[in-house]
C-alpha cells in the first residue's frame, strides 16, 4: 500500500474513533460541543476516506470496490455520508451516536481484510463494476441508518413500556420520529438496492450470457430486497409501523450482513473475491 494511500486510510479510522467517542460523550452527558466535535470530525472522516477511495483507484487502475476490504471501506464511506446527507436536511436526537459507532466498526472490520492489490479477473474489467458496486454499496449504506433507526426505536419503546423513564428515554428521539426516519432510510436504500439488482443483472447477461444463475449473493440478494419490499409493502397496505416495522428493518440488515460477508466466507460463487 502506497504511504500516502496508507496514511489516509489509518486517520480515517482514527478520526473516525475519535468522533464516536465526541457522540457517546454527547449522548451520555448531554454535551452540545461534544456533539459539534463529533459531527465535524465525521465530516472529516468521510473526505479522508474519500481520499483514501480515490487513491486507491490510481494505485490499482479500477474502482476499489473489487476486494472485501474495498467494499467495506466503500460501505463505510456510503453510510458516512447518507448520514451527513440525512442529518443535513433532518435532525433526529442523538442518531450521530449510533451511526458513528456504526461506520467505526465497518472500519475496525476493513483493518482485518487483506489490503493488497490484485488484478481484476476479466469479467470485473467493465463499466458496470463500478456502476453496480457503487449503487450497491450507498444501498447498504442507507439501510445501515434505517438499522441504528430500528435499533434506537426498540430501545425506546422497551423503556416507555417498561416505564423507566431514566436514561433512554430523554437521550432518544420520540418514536414516532424514529418510525418516520426508518421509513425514508429503508425507502431510499430499497430504490438503491433494486437498482443495484438490475445493474448486476444486465452486466451478468453481458458477462456470463444469463440475467440471473442463482449464484449464492445473487439468491441473498435477492431475499434482502423480498426483506424490505414486504417491509415497504406490509407499510402501505396494512399500516405495519412502529415495533414490526423496526424488527424488520434490523431483519432485513442482518441479511444484508450475511449477503456481503457471510456468503463470502461460507457458500463461495462466482460473486466471492477475487472469482
Not at 460523550?25 to 472529516?44: D, E, K, M, P, W
Not at 433532518?90 to 472500519?107: D, H, P, R, W
Request: include cysteine; hydrophobic fraction near 50%.
Amino acid at each position: 500500500m502506497n504511504s500516502f494511500s496508507f496514511i489516509f486510510y489509518v486517520a480515517s479510522v482514527a478520526v473516525t474513533a475519535v468522533s464516536a467517542a465526541a457522540y457517546i460523550v454527547f449522548f451520555v452527558y448531554q454535551n452540545t460541543s461534544a456533539r459539534r466535535i463529533g459531527r465535524y470530525l465525521l465530516i472529516l472522516s468521510g473526505v479522508l476516506q474519500a481520499l483514501y477511495i480515490v487513491s486507491r483507484y490510481f494505485l490499482s487502475g479500477h474502482t476499489p470496490v473489487a476486494s472485501q476490504h474495498e467494499a467495506v471501506v466503500f460501505f463505510a464511506w456510503a453510510a458516512t455520508w447518507a448520514y451527513l446527507s440525512f442529518r443535513w436536511r433532518y435532525t433526529v436526537k442523538n442518531f450521530g451516536t449510533f451511526v458513528s459507532v456504526l461506520i467505526l466498526a465497518l472500519l475496525i472490520i476493513s483493518t482485518f481484510s487483506d489490503k493488497s492489490f490484485t488484478p481484476l479477473v476479466p469479467a470485473l474489467q467493465s463499466f458496470w463494476l463500478p456502476v453496480h458496486a457503487g449503487i450497491s454499496l450507498l444501498a447498504y449504506g442507507f439501510l445501515s441508518l434505517a438499522f441504528c433507526g430500528g435499533v434506537m426505536y426498540l430501545l425506546q419503546d422497551r423503556e416507555l413500556k417498561g416505564r423507566r423513564f431514566g436514561f433512554f428515554l430523554e437521550r432518544l428521539p420520540s418514536l414516532d420520529s424514529l418510525d418516520q426516519l426508518n421509513s425514508q432510510c429503508t425507502t431510499t436504500g430499497f430504490v438503491f438496492l433494486t437498482l443495484g439488482i438490475v445493474t448486476g443483472s444486465i452486466w451478468a447477461r453481458q458477462a456470463w450470457g444469463a440475467y440471473w444463475q442463482w449464484d449464492p449473493k445473487e439468491t441473498w440478494s435477492l431475499i434482502t430486497w423480498f426483506v424490505y419490499l414486504v417491509q415497504i409493502h406490509k407499510r402501505f397496505t396494512v399500516g405495519w409501523r412502529g415495533k414490526r416495522a423496526a424488527i424488520m428493518t434490523i431483519a432485513g440488515f442482518l441479511s444484508v450482513v450475511f449477503t456481503l460477508w457471510g456468503v463470502t466466507y461460507l457458500l463461495g460463487g462466482v460473486h466471492s473475491y477475487g472469482n
